[in-house]
């Protein structure tokens, strides 16, 4: 952008969502607090900007053309303590890894997307927990509330919305350091494995980065420009669920006069959230950023039709990503009906698969975990629904970490329940370690060069 951003004050509609059903919203302690909160970050410089935004649009239009793949992966819920240099930097890295697995396991470019610089609040089955006869305020992310079970820590704070603007801020700054300034540079794919545990997906990616280096080496030779090797794209994204926040942040693009959200360049809608008459897609409807909208095994064609009308009226490639999140069980059942009918609209929306979400489950020894196997079953699913219908399977959104995690049972080197005592550190949903995400890649890869085949 250049020359002043104006006021989004005044821009029409972008206030409606204010009379209008909003679920999951805080309840925020203090009315003097959240006045000066919300002043503040409407003061505040953007995250991101318009024309980034537009850039990942178009990206998003050749996946949902069958000419790319998103990646999208990071953490359930970040936690302002866990914005330190060490964990951004893992998690960077290891969607890196995934991405030149993808990318040369499928020949196929891979936008590369983290759920990351705003992922700070999270949608909650009930607005209370209760322990040893105390009922307090549930968590929901720490730009709510704290983890710590106290009255002061549960208790719903606007200040926090101004910190987790801040500690959004420095993840970018690292993240744009990191992937513009030499450390994504595709001659250093070995480099990419240090400081990460010996493992099977560690050996196979050693071996598939010595033969990216001879490829390097030999286009090196023919005299090939390598600008495009030496830096990556990649993009923020979180689930626009705290609508104050999300309002403050909302900017007027000077060179359309159009409202972009600034805080994040993708944005989606929860499966909790996506009700048609409600705060969150009236929202969404009337921002420029590309937004994303997750459907459970509940959603019918007729809700993915009528989404599709609210929120991409235009039927603009690359404006509108479905994320399905179906569970294992349900996949092949409840998804060709979706994808059909949605193709058959004319739509040419992004279908996108979260195997996370619908494969929920609880230890033996009581610990919210998913089956490693659960998860690449769906991913099968999601891949085989759209081979039989001709469709393309458009991307990959995982909850991950580059840090040796124990919360997801199985994969190669398999994690038992009796890791979780030492390494379970999530303080939401479980998610995939730097192994078993590496190990999906190279499944993933697998999946779209047999359809390119």
Same mark, same amino acid.
């Given at each position: 952008?250049?020359?002043?951003?104006?006021?989004?004050?005044?821009? &029409?509609?972008?206030?409606?969502?204010?009379?209008?059903?909003?679920?999951?919203? /805080?309840?925020?302690?203090?009315?003097?607090?959240?006045?000066?909160?919300?002043?503040?970050?409407?003061?505040?410089?953007?995250?991101?900007?318009? @024309?980034?935004?537009?850039?990942?649009?178009?990206?998003?239009?050749?996946?949902?053309?069958?000419?790319?793949?998103?990646?999208?992966?990071?953490?359930?819920?970040?936690?302002?303590?866990?914005?330190?240099?060490?964990?951004?930097?893992?998690?960077?890295?290891?969607?890196?890894?995934?991405?030149?697995?993808?990318?040369?396991?499928?020949?196929?470019?891979?936008?590369?997307?983290?759920?990351?610089? @705003?992922?700070?609040?999270?949608?909650?089955?009930?607005?209370?927990?209760?322990? $040893?006869?105390?009922?307090?305020?549930? =968590?929901?992310?720490?730009?709510?509330?704290?983890?710590?079970? #106290? /009255?002061?820590?549960?208790?719903?704070?606007?200040?926090?919305?101004? *910190?987790? !603007?801040?500690?959004?801020?420095?993840?970018?700054?690292?993240? %744009?350091?990191?992937?513009?300034?030499?450390?994504?540079?595709?001659?250093?794919?070995?480099?990419?494995?240090?400081?990460?545990?010996?493992?099977?997906?560690?050996? *196979? !990616?050693?071996?598939?980065?010595?033969?990216?280096?001879?490829?390097?080496?030999?286009?090196?030779?023919?005299?090939? $420009?390598?600008?495009?090797?030496?830096?990556?794209?990649?993009?923020?994204?979180?689930?626009?669920?705290?609508?104050?926040?999300?309002?403050?942040?909302? %900017?007027?693009?000077?060179?359309?006069?159009? &409202? =972009?959200? #600034?805080?994040?360049?993708?944005?989606?809608?929860?499966?909790?959230?996506?009700?048609?008459?409600?705060?969150?897609?009236?929202?969404?409807?009337?921002? *420029?950023?590309?937004?994303?909208?997750?459907?459970?095994?509940?959603?019918?064609? $007729?809700?993915?039709?009528?989404?599709?009308?609210?929120?991409?009226?235009?039927?603009? &490639?690359?404006?509108?990503?479905?994320?399905?999140?179906?569970?294992? *069980?349900?996949?092949?059942?409840?998804?060709?009906?979706?994808?059909?009918?949605? #193709?058959?609209?004319?739509?040419?929306?992004?279908?996108?698969?979260?195997?996370?979400? @619908?494969?929920?489950? #609880?230890?033996?020894?009581? =610990?919210?975990?998913?089956?490693?196997?659960?998860?690449?079953?769906?991913?099968?699913?999601?891949?085989?629904?759209?081979?039989?219908?001709?469709?393309?399977?458009?991307?990959?959104?995982?909850?991950?970490?580059?840090?040796?995690?124990?919360?997801?049972?199985?994969?190669?080197?398999?994690?038992?329940?009796?890791?979780?005592?030492?390494?379970?550190?999530?303080?939401?949903? &479980?998610?995939?370690?730097?192994?078993?995400?590496?190990?999906?890649?190279?499944?993933?890869?697998?999946?779209?060069?047999?359809?390119?085949?």
């Amino acid at each position: 952008m250049s020359g002043p951003i104006p006021s989004a004050a005044g821009y &029409p509609g972008l206030d409606a969502w204010r009379g209008l059903p909003a679920v999951q919203q /805080p309840t925020w302690a203090d009315s003097e607090v959240f006045q000066s909160s919300v002043a503040e970050l409407a003061a505040l410089p953007p995250l991101v900007f318009a @024309g980034e935004v537009d850039l990942l649009r178009e990206r998003l239009a050749a996946a949902a053309q069958g000419k790319a793949f998103l990646l999208q992966g990071g953490d359930c819920a970040e936690t302002f303590d866990g914005a330190t240099a060490d964990k951004i930097s893992a998690r960077v890295r290891t969607i890196l890894q995934m991405a030149v697995v993808l990318t040369y396991g499928a020949s196929l470019p891979v936008v590369k997307m983290g759920r990351m610089a @705003g992922q700070f609040a999270k949608p909650r089955s009930s607005n209370d927990e209760t322990r $040893d006869g105390v009922t307090l305020p549930a =968590y929901r992310g720490d730009m709510v509330n704290g983890y710590d079970f #106290t /009255p002061e820590s549960r208790a719903h704070d606007a200040s926090r919305m101004v *910190r987790a !603007y801040h500690t959004s801020a420095s993840t970018l700054n690292l993240i %744009r350091a990191f992937t513009q300034g030499g450390f994504a540079d595709l001659r250093l794919v070995h480099h990419w494995n240090k400081g990460f545990m010996a493992n099977p997906a560690h050996s *196979r !990616y050693e071996s598939l980065a010595r033969e990216i280096d001879r490829a390097v080496k030999f286009m090196d030779a023919c005299g090939a $420009d390598f600008d495009a090797l030496k830096r990556v794209e990649f993009f923020a994204s979180h689930e626009a669920l705290v609508l104050d926040y999300e309002r403050a942040l909302t %900017r007027i693009d000077s060179r359309t006069g159009l &409202p =972009y959200d #600034t805080s994040g360049h993708f944005l989606w809608i929860g499966e909790r959230t996506r009700q048609l008459d409600g705060a969150h897609v009236d929202f969404l409807s009337r921002v *420029r950023n590309p937004i994303g909208v997750k459907l459970g095994p509940t959603s019918s064609a $007729d809700d993915a039709l009528r989404l599709i009308e609210k929120l991409d009226p235009e039927r603009e &490639p690359g404006r509108l990503t479905f994320i399905t999140r179906m569970g294992a *069980r349900n996949i092949r059942e409840k998804l060709p009906d979706l994808v059909e009918k949605v #193709t058959a609209s004319g739509a040419q929306v992004l279908w996108v698969t979260d195997p996370m979400h @619908g494969n929920t489950v #609880t230890s033996p020894n009581g =610990y919210k975990t998913r089956n490693f196997d659960d998860v690449i079953d769906e991913v099968r699913g999601f891949f085989e629904v759209h081979k039989g219908l001709g469709t393309f399977p458009g991307g990959l959104h995982v909850e991950m970490t580059g840090d040796d995690v124990a919360e997801c049972l199985g994969g190669a080197d398999p994690v038992g329940q009796e890791a979780f005592l030492d390494r379970y550190e999530s303080v939401c949903d &479980p998610r995939l370690n730097h192994m078993q995400s590496l190990e999906m890649a190279f499944l993933v890869a697998g999946a779209l060069s047999r359809k390119g085949a």
